[in-house]
């Protein structure tokens, strides 16, 4: 599975983004796709994630009302809408891709996902 990260820029606080990742191959349905973000020195951290059909989704409680995923398996493609967004919200964001698994905490760990995209910066300016 490859995929491919887009949608970042700068924005004003209280504004809006939306990314997308765009997967390769013909199983995409088959994966729990997340969204993580990294900023300067700091870990990679968990953002949301989402079933293989849509039907859950997870947040971090950081950006839980403001952040909405969502996919189309169709076009093979997740959406990360980021709405209310705040200077803490600056980082490069990842969207990754794994198998799942009984226990949806691991959908919060990054060494737990097997593909990841290239990563697509997000600046908020306060």
């Known amino acids: 599975v490859q995929l491919q990260a887009s949608g970042g820029g700068l924005v004003q606080a209280g504004g809006s983004l939306r990314l997308s990742c765009v997967a390769s191959?013909?199983?995409?349905?088959?994966?729990?796709m997340g969204w993580f973000r990294q900023a300067p020195g700091k870990e990679r951290e968990f953002v949301a994630a989402i079933s293989g059909g849509g039907g859950s989704t997870y947040y971090a409680d950081s950006v839980k009302g403001r952040f909405t995923i969502s996919r189309d398996n169709i076009k093979n493609t997740v959406f990360l809408q980021m709405n209310s967004l705040k200077p803490e919200d600056t980082a490069v964001y990842y969207c990754a891709a794994r198998l799942p698994y009984s226990d949806s905490y691991y959908y919060t760990v990054p060494s737990t996902y097997d593909y990841w995209g290239q990563g697509t910066q997000v600046t908020v300016s306060s």
């Open positions: 191959g013909r199983t995409f349905s088959s994966y729990v």
